[in-house]
């Protein structure tokens, strides 16, 4: 069972009654059927209003959570054929960001993304998703390897940022998300980016520079986490939960602001409650995606998803 938050407590207590009732009515033969209905007619009444209700917050921890699918999960339940590779031909492979080709509904497609572990020891084998410059620089061979052979390219966005240690700093870290930024933008295939978790700071943007940005029900996007924002204009950590509010990082936030396309539903309490039926609702939204771009002629991607970020924040083509 997935570990429970704070906030899910009310929420197991009923369920650890309901189960516990149900054990006992069968040890001793009893028929505890109202009991065990109107229980469950409480828990479903807790259930919607905890999760009809979450703050930003909540939804950052949800986001974060060590159970929740990451983008390995997701290639294995929606790709078919997947052959990861490896390296950037400069350095070395970064364990940081899977990346291959696969099939997609039969189509071929060349799959990114960031990989987080799912226990410690996977977590500081795969960096807890941070990538380094390697990381980045095998993304862009691989980007442009599909921009080569017209395969459509799809992004799984999940890090806390980039690794900012000593060692990727020099070995270019800012210049490897600038270049994967600027390969992005000039790619002639379609590119769709899906936020599946916690999408960090300049880490992230390095891979959602797409055609169509999806965020999971319970994402979030940001420039900077609510922990170093309010380290930085409240010049104190502890105000997380008033920073994550202030910042407007959740996917419906972001949509309403015209950074997401799509808020692709989760499973009650989040996708690492339910991974199947996440995975489907991704899928779904994928290939609703893809009809839409692949229908785009090829010279006309550019200018479209140029035309899509200027118009983010409210920028108007002509303005400057």
């Not at 080709?101 to 039969?106: E, L």
């Not at 390969?183 to 978790?197: A, C, D, F, R, Y």
């Not at 692709?264 to 839409?292: F, S, T, W, Y």
Request: proline content about 4%; some cysteine.
């Amino acid at each position: 069972m997935p570990a429970i938050m704070e906030f899910e407590k009310p929420l197991q207590e009923l369920e650890n009654k309901i189960s516990e009732l149900r054990n006992f009515a069968q040890e001793k033969g009893i028929d505890l059927t109202n009991e065990i209905s109107i229980l469950e007619n409480r828990a479903r009444e807790v259930k919607a209003s905890i999760y009809g209700n979450l703050n930003s917050w909540q939804k950052v921890l949800i986001a974060r959570h060590a159970e929740r699918p990451n983008t390995l999960d997701y290639i294995n339940c929606l790709f078919t054929d997947f052959v990861e590779l490896h390296g950037d031909r400069l350095f070395s492979d970064d364990p940081a960001v899977i990346g291959g080709i696969g099939r997609f509904g039969g189509l071929a497609v060349t799959v990114l993304g960031h990989l987080k572990g799912k226990d410690t020891k996977e977590n500081l084998a795969r960096n807890f998703g941070m990538a380094h410059p390697e990381g980045y620089r095998k993304a862009m061979r691989l980007m442009k390897q599909a921009e080569k052979f017209k395969r459509p390219v799809i992004c799984f966005i999940d890090t806390p940022g980039a690794y900012c240690g000593m060692g990727a700093e020099e070995r270019g870290q800012f210049e490897a998300i600038a270049k994967s930024i600027s390969v992005m933008v000039t790619l002639q295939v379609p590119v769709i980016s899906v936020v599946i978790g916690e999408g960090g700071s300049g880490g992230a943007i390095a891979f959602g520079v797409s055609d169509r940005i999806l965020m999971l029900e319970h994402a979030v996007y940001s420039v900077i986490s609510p922990e170093g924002y309010a380290s930085i204009l409240f010049k104190d950590a502890a105000r997380c939960r008033e920073a994550a509010e202030a910042m407007k990082i959740t996917a419906q936030d972001l949509f309403e602001l015209g950074v997401a396309d799509k808020i692709i539903p989760e499973p009650a309490g989040g996708a690492h409650r339910n991974p199947e039926i996440a995975a489907k609702n991704v899928g779904a939204a994928l290939a609703e995606m893809l009809k839409e771009l692949l229908a785009v002629p090829a010279e006309n991607l550019i200018n479209l998803r140029y035309e899509k970020f200027r118009a983010i924040g409210g920028l108007v083509s002509n303005s400057i």
